[in-house]
């Protein structure tokens, strides 16, 4: 028990107040403690020395957020469904190609996305279509916030559609079986019997999607850095550039923290909508 | 129940359809690999090893050189060192949660469920912060440590849910025969969760081995790891995407291959019956 | 070993899952803890066992209070409902495990557990893990391990209802007379009534966490103390009407608005400080009513043939009752009856309290 809380408090905890405390600093590269109130804060909202990129990033955010998780929703759906009604061993096939994405490393991830929607003839749609005699795309440059909302779209979908699997598995076979029997066609078991059972499934995936998707940057980093100029700089990755490529580690700090206010005002809806208490049992033994 | 065969396809054909550019960039990556002298920039027109060339030369960028192997084991260390970490503290959390009724259990699980609005990713800066603070930035044990701190809130009710699956009689049943709280984890519970000991490890593994973000950011150019090393590559002016491909693909084989036994291992966790109560 | 419940109370939270129990139970003696689910049977053993610890009372064994004591330091052996067999052990180390525990020597254990093994008739199991023997068997080695450290106390919950019923029938024999073999104190919990009568000395009914009542089980059949253990115990169970009592020239009568029958002197014994007329409850078991001749007029409802009887549904009125006539009874749905009630074997219970007016 110790070390567990130890641990958590020092690495969960402490940074929480630390993130709070250093919002309020102009902390940069000399790693100075200088408190200077609500002028971060002051600048994220655009009072006085307003900071132009706000309105854009904000936008970017939701863009993103907007795009890719409805993707994942409805793909991981999508995906469950047809492969839990193929022959299994096609079932197989499919989800393993769709869960490839969460078994590599983020940054062979990245790579593979950098390299394949690659501008030049070396990026390898673009070599495939200049093999076709079609002009090469400037993909990463014309639709950058497009690629980043399938890349990471991808990555939810792998979860999901395993969950969303798993959950379709339960299904007593005697209940499709009924449906059928009552005349059901194939479309209108998935519509009548297996949907409504899989609600709870997408609740819960489209909140933990929601969360991840708001606090998510490492993929945009790898693959487009955010640009090209700000295309699909999100909020998240905006603080990590001003903290640790610009070294003002204050005003990073100060746009984590809205970031924490979001995740917990939307974490507790998400809890209060799931019912917390019945996840803690007592104990049955007094010893 | 026979269904008309055109409908039967259907699945396939979308499934099949929606795969097709995965599938694409998969086999290209592995030609990419393998591939030597590239015809018309995708077919290779021969096969070998040399984009392998790093298993035994070094690897050099700009100024900086180090090889394959320094970084594949600064990796393993990193990896298994949080996994370590991660198994260790989620096993006796997990077991105090899910058997051991103490003062501020209600407390500790909300807390832990609590964490999950706040991903360790965007704590970075208060991370990078205490880790300077406590004299472990730029070191890797400080940076395993950071990690493994980020998995253990679902660490633990993971392994909460594996000692949730014992029984409670069975437990009762040891300590009528005898076994003091102490004998009972260790005759009877380590046994019996020792494929939820290797699910929980490898998933501290993973992530850590995973990890891009933690070791870009708080390990110092100098020390290379999997990930930095092929980011690294990546940035440059002049990039070899062949040569790429390779180490990817070496880099890919171990989580590759867990995932493959992680699926085995947790379907071996063994499930009882009767009234539990 | 004795073991006596001191005004044994367990609360969880708002609910009494135990309320107020005392019971004395002898050396040697086999009692049942019976009632329904809910009833606080398993929650009352599991305090005996240690598990739980009480809200008020004490636990006693042979006069000392346990109350303090880990379950392990207790010298008890206990059966449970899903026999909790330990899966990655053997069976052999299963039934060994408690005496590995207390540091006895390999050979001695081996010796006491070929011995129980053979009293169980299990020796030919022993080398194999629980996944891969029968149910029956797995109850068998569980009583073994429950008895292989010769704990002054066994305790057993519901050990039969995992098995089939044919299997039960053979196990409960086979623990009765295991237990009168070793003479061993035994508590058994279970929710079935004909397990805590054929294999209990002693049942102590329990209902919302109070004790109903508590004797040998003719006892509790011939003269039950209430409403509660008069429908529990029997099957068929008890028939019930509701009457009034009357007394008319000194004599005591029951009246429903379809009969009224006098009560015999045996039973007017009891009732005639009872002030009348009185609402009551009147029971009367299957057995004790024929079908024939009588006063009490009744309709055919379905006849439901037993091979060694035949049970019989009938309205009287509105009311069903079940009677067990003999094997050679014929009468179709719908037909007139006349019915006769043993009235010695008659019970009166208060319509108000439940409680029986002959005790």
């Known amino acids: 028990m110790g070390p567990s809380v130890g641990l958590v408090l020092l690495f969960y905890f402490i940074p929480v107040i630390l993130t709070f405390l250093i919002a309020f600093t102009d902390m940069g590269r000399t790693l100075i403690w200088r408190f200077i109130g609500l002028d971060n804060f002051a600048r994220l909202f655009g009072v006085g020395s307003r900071d132009p990129l706000i309105p854009r990033i904000l936008l970017n955010t939701i863009v993103y957020t907007l795009g890719a998780l409805p993707l994942t929703i409805v793909g991981g759906l999508l995906i469950a469904v047809l492969s839990m009604r193929m022959r299994p061993s096609a079932g197989l096939f499919f989800r393993s190609v769709f869960f490839i994405p969460r078994a590599i490393p983020p940054v062979v991830w990245g790579f593979l996305w950098a390299w394949s929607f690659e501008g030049t003839r070396y990026g390898l749609f673009n070599a495939i279509l200049a093999a076709l005699g079609l002009p090469t795309v400037q993909w990463l440059i014309r639709y950058p916030m497009i690629i980043v909302i399938l890349a990471n779209g991808f990555l939810g979908i792998s979860l999901a559609m395993l969950v969303f699997s798993a959950a379709i598995a339960t299904i007593p076979q005697e209940l499709t079986r009924a449906a059928e029997v009552d005349g059901a066609s194939e479309g209108q078991v998935i519509r009548y019997v297996i949907l409504p059972m899989l609600k709870w499934p997408i609740l819960t995936m489209t909140a933990w999607h929601l969360m991840s998707f708001l606090n998510s940057y490492v993929y945009i980093m790898l693959i487009t850095g955010g640009g090209p100029y700000y295309a699909t700089e999100v909020w998240s990755l905006y603080a990590y550039h001003a903290a640790f490529t610009q070294y003002r580690y204050g005003y990073g700090a100060s746009l984590v923290v809205l970031l924490v206010v979001v995740n917990v005002v939307l974490f507790l809806i998400i809890l209060k909508a799931f019912g917390m208490q019945r996840m803690l049992t007592r104990g049955k033994i007094e010893v | 129940m026979a269904y008309k065969r055109g409908t039967k396809a259907i699945p396939y054909l979308i499934l099949g359809f929606v795969a097709a550019p995965f599938l694409i960039m998969y086999v290209g990556f592995f030609l990419r690999a393998f591939g030597e002298k590239m015809v018309l920039g995708i077919i290779p027109a021969q096969w070998g090893i040399y984009n392998f060339r790093f298993l035994w030369q070094p690897i050099t960028w700009g100024l900086e050189q180090t090889t394959m192997w320094t970084a594949f084991g600064n990796t393993m260390f990193f990896a298994t060192l949080s996994g370590f970490i991660v198994t260790v503290i989620c096993m006796l959390a997990g077991y105090a949660l899910s058997r051991v009724e103490f003062r501020g259990r209600s407390f500790f699980l909300i807390l832990q469920l609590v964490l999950h609005a706040v991903p360790g990713q965007i704590l970075l800066i208060a991370v990078f912060f205490l880790l300077l603070y406590i004299g472990l930035l730029h070191r890797i044990p400080g940076v395993a440590l950071a990690r493994a701190a980020l998995e253990i809130p679902l660490g633990v009710w993971m392994a909460k849910g594996f000692f949730d699956g014992i029984p409670w009689d069975v437990e009762r049943a040891a300590m009528v025969d005898g076994c003091t709280r102490l004998q009972v984890w260790y005759k009877i519970f380590l046994p019996l969760v020792k494929p939820g000991i290797a699910a929980v490890f490898i998933w501290g593994f993973l992530f850590a081995w995973h990890d891009f973000i933690y070791v870009y950011t708080l390990l110092p150019g100098t020390i290379k790891v999997m990930a930095t090393l092929i980011q690294s590559l990546l940035a440059t002016e002049v990039i070899d995407y062949g040569y790429l491909a390779a180490l990817s693909l070496i880099y890919s084989i171990p989580p590759l291959s867990l995932f493959i036994f992680l699926q085995r291992a947790l379907l071996k966790v063994p499930i009882f019956g009767g009234k539990g109560t | 070993m004795k073991v006596f419940l001191d005004r044994l109370s367990k609360y969880f939270g708002q609910v009494k899952a135990v309320d107020n129990l005392t019971l004395a139970i002898e050396d040697g003696e086999f009692v049942a803890l019976l009632g329904p689910s809910g009833c606080g049977k398993t929650t009352t053993l599991l305090t005996i066992a240690g598990f739980y610890k ?306």
Do not use: W
């Open chain 3, 54 to 359: 009480p809200t008020a009372g004490f636990v006693l064994f042979d006069d000392k209070v346990v109350n303090e004591l880990p379950p392990r330091e207790r010298n008890i052996g206990m059966v449970f409902q899903s026999y909790a067999l330990y899966p990655h052990m053997s069976v052999l180390d299963n039934i060994t495990f408690p005496l590995r525990l207390k540091k006895v020597s390999r050979k001695e254990r081996e010796t006491k557990a070929k011995a129980l093994a053979s009293l169980l008739r299990i020796e030919d199991i022993l080398e194999r893990k629980p996944a891969e023997i029968s149910g029956g068997q797995q109850q068998r080695v569980a009583l073994a391990r429950a008895l292989i450290k010769e704990p002054g106390l066994l305790l057993l919950d519901e050990p039969l209802s995992n098995l089939d019923a044919k299997l039960r029938v053979t196990m409960r024999a086979e623990i009765k007379r295991l237990q009168k073999d070793l003479g061993i104190t035994t508590i058994l919990v279970t929710h079935d009534q004909v397990e805590a009568m054929t294999m209990a000395d002693r049942i102590a009914v329990l209902e919302t966490g109070k004790l109903q009542q508590v004797g040998p089980p003719e006892e509790l059949y011939n003269s039950p103390a209430n409403l509660f253990v008069a429908g529990f115990i029997g099957t068929p169970p008890m028939n019930f009407l509701a009457a009034t009592l009357e007394k008319r020239e000194g004599k005591f009568f029951i009246t429903t608005e379809r009969f009224c029958l006098p009560l015999p002197d045996s039973v007017t014994m009891k009732i005639c400080q009872i002030p009348t007329p009185h609402d009551v409850i009147v029971g009367i078991r299957p057995e004790n009513i024929s079908i024939g001749q009588g006063e009490i007029r009744g309709e055919i409802y379905v006849v439901e043939p037993l091979g060694r009887d035949t049970l019989v549904s009938l309205h009287i009125g509105t009311e069903i009752i079940k009677v067990i006539a003999p094997p050679t009874f014929r009468a179709s749905p719908g037909e007139q009856v006349q019915l006769t009630f043993s009235e010695e074997k008659v019970h009166l219970f208060d319509k108000e309290t439940g409680k029986s007016l002959l005790v």
